[in-house]
Structure formats: C-alpha cells, structure tokens
C-alpha cells in the first residue's frame, strides 16, 4: 500500500474497532493526534494506538515480543462476547508491515518530545506512552533510594516491644510480628495479605513501635499521616485503627502505654493527604513541597495506580517512612499500573536473603522455620515486603 492508503487503512480499522467497543475513543483519537503532531510513520500511529489500548486494560506499556508472537492474545482482542467479523489485529499488523518497517527512528529515550518511549531491557522490548515510561522510570529510581536506606534498630529493645505487642511467638512464625520487624529497619515496606490476615491489626502494633523508635531518637512524637484511595477507605481505617488503640490500652505494659496518647489518627483520602489543585493534575504537596510528616501510612494501597503512586512518592519526604498496605490480589486500581502487585510478584515464596530472614527472625527456631522461603537471588523489593498467611478474623477481636 502507499502511504496514504494505508494511513486511510489504518483509520478505517480504528474506527470499525471503535465501532465495536474493541477499543475506546482516546485510542482512536491517538492516531489523529499524532499524524497532525507530524508523525507520519502508519507503523508507529498503530502501534501507538495499541500502546493507548493496552493502557486502557490497566498495563503501562506494549510487549513487543508478545504483540509479535500472538497480537489477539497480546491485546485481548476480540473481547469476550464481542466477536463480530472484524478485522483481526493479525491482519492489521501484517498489512502495515508493523515489523519489517523502521517505526523505531520515531521514537526515543532521549527526546522530550516524542510521545511514546522504546525501553530495550533484558525482558525485551516495550513501547509506552511517555508518561507512564517516565513514572516507571521515577519509581524505580525513588523506591530503589528508600530501599537503601536502613534505619538503626536496638534489637535487643525492638524485640521486648514486639514481645509486648504480640506475646511469646518464639517456637513459631508469625509473619505480623516479622511485618514489624522488617518495617521497623526500613524507610520503605510493604505488608500484603488477603482478607482477615491483619493487615489493620498489625499496623496499629507497628505504630506502637515506631513511635518509640522515634520518641527515643529524636525526642519529639512522631507525625503520622495515613490514607486511603477512598474516603469510604480512609473512614474504615480510622474507625479500625482507634478501636484498635484504645483495645492496646488495657494490654500494653505501662512503659509503654504513654505511647498510645501520642499516636493520634485521623486518616483522609490520598489525594486530600497530596492537596488537590481543583481543575488540575497537580498537588500542593511534590518534590519541593512535600507532606509534613516523618511516616505516611497508605491503606488499600492495590488502588493505587502508577500516577498516583509517583505523585506520593514526590510528595512524601526523602527522610520519611512510607508503609504500603493492601492485598496484592484485590482491589486492583482503575488506572494503569498495578503498583502493589508488582512489588509483591513472587512473595508467596518469600525470596528472602539470609540477611533479611535473621532480621526477621527472632530466635533460632523461627530462622529454621524461614529457611523454605530463602532465596539467595531474590530481588531486592521482596526484602521490603512482608506477606501476612494466616487467617486470624476470627481468633483477634482487631482484624481487616
């Protein structure tokens, strides 16, 4: 085809798509967008409209060895119940010559201003549209930095709270105890779990410790901000957390009870924690203003999307703690990116050094009873994460 009837080609078929629900306006849009934008490659307008389609499915990016190998499968195209006599992406692909052209000269790493991004990595090559490539890029680079900062810990004394807060567990694990143990050494972590593990249970506990980690090293309480995506979440979390506190009251030793008073809870949505500028995709709080806080706190945190999550991490202080709670499983977020998921990929197994079981553990007997989830070539985000195994919403009076 020349390359007009092709351009003519390709919108045809984007708007037989749209016709049929396969795809959303906004994909459609994007071909339109950037033919007036000068882009006139009808390789790159297709895939770009593919890219926008896969964002529409919740994934920030284009595997370009998967869109080859099998595109239906790739792009979930046709959808389920959907399957009209339709051109096939197959067929699109294989008409424009998507992969014998040289769409890749249209788009770089190193420009501004192209709208979509090439990564080459070892999992193959991805296409995204810029600013989901640029909030990946960001996340990776800010989470790397948290996770490398580790905190001083008196174990000898972190052990004698944990043993307050959780009784005598040293014959068995209790992987909330260890969710505390491991918050407790890092300015970023994640405890995961699904429904009545205690992920709610096990932060107010967390609280307690933290606060004495702080109150001890600096000499001042300290300033806890919690949210949620939702205000239904954050009122939930509230209410549970302060149920919670006040059910510590008549358990806790009197060392530590003085602590509780100065852990006040008031949890809001995280966009009221970032300050939403009305009208605008921008917040009060980022990088050179950011949240007033030493921890942040985020709840049902499977919502979170990636925007979302870049906006907290530039809002949230480099010398905080951040905590991300939430069942990697459920929940999952209505933007693309599923943040929480992808940080948990593989904990099941656990894939913990040697280093983090014996800061997990407390006793021999629990680093025996870690070994199965020791895993020497482990990534380094599992080190920070903590997956709660055991269903407990009917043996605790305090559970999510």
Not at 109 to 127: A, F, I, T
Not at 175 to 193: D, L, P
Not at 363 to 389: C, F, N, S, W
Request: with cysteine; charged share 20%; proline share 3%.
């Amino acid at each position: 085809m020349m390359s007009h009837d092709r351009l003519s080609y390709l919108r045809a078929i984007a708007d037989e798509w749209f016709e049929h629900e396969w795809i959303r306006a906004l994909d459609r849009a994007m071909v339109d967008f950037l033919f007036r934008s000068g882009e006139t490659n009808v390789a790159m307008l297709a895939l770009a409209m593919l890219t926008s389609h896969q964002a529409g499915r919740g994934l920030t990016s284009l595997k370009l060895e998967d869109l080859k190998a099998s595109p239906e499968r790739c792009l979930a195209l046709p959808p389920s119940g959907r399957s009209h006599d339709v051109t096939l992406p197959s067929k699109l692909l294989n008409e424009l010559s998507v992969f014998e052209g040289d769409w890749q000269t249209s788009v770089s790493l190193n420009s501004d201003s192209s709208p979509l991004v090439l990564n080459k990595s070892s999992d193959g090559e991805r296409l995204y549209l810029r600013r989901y490539w640029y909030c990946e890029h960001y996340n990776s680079q800010n989470l790397e930095m948290r996770m490398d900062n580790t905190l001083e810990v008196n174990d000898d004394q972190l052990n004698m709270t944990l043993d307050a807060l959780f009784g005598d567990t040293s014959k068995q694990l209790d992987w909330q105890r260890m969710a505390c143990a491991n918050a407790a050494r890092s300015a970023f972590s994640v405890i995961t779990g699904g429904p009545g593990t205690g992920k709610t249970y096990t932060v107010v506990r967390l609280l307690v410790v933290l606060q004495q980690q702080f109150q001890q090293a600096h000499e001042r309480p300290l300033r806890i901000k919690l949210a949620a995506p939702t205000g239904k979440a954050a009122a939930r979390l509230s209410e549970s957390i302060n149920e919670a506190l006040s059910e510590l009251q008549t358990k806790l030793p009197e060392t530590l009870q003085p602590l509780l008073a100065t852990i006040q809870i008031e949890a809001s949505t995280v966009h009221k924690l970032l300050g939403v500028i009305a009208n605008s995709r921008r917040y009060r709080h980022h990088e050179k203003n950011p949240v007033r806080a030493d921890l942040i706190v985020i709840d049902e945190a499977s919502m979170l999307d990636i925007e979302m999550m870049t906006a907290l991490l530039q809002a949230t202080p480099t010398q905080a703690q951040l905590v991300l709670l939430g069942d990697k499983d459920q929940l999952a977020s209505v933007e693309a990116g599923a943040v929480l998921g992808n940080l948990c990929e593989g904990a099941e197994k656990g894939g913990y050094w040697s280093s983090t079981i014996n800061s997990l553990a407390s006793t021999h007997a629990q680093r025996d009873a870690l070994i199965q989830y020791q895993d020497e070539a482990g990534p380094k985000r599992l080190q920070h994460v903590v997956m709660l195994r055991q269903t407990r919403r009917f043996e605790q009076a305090i559970a999510d």
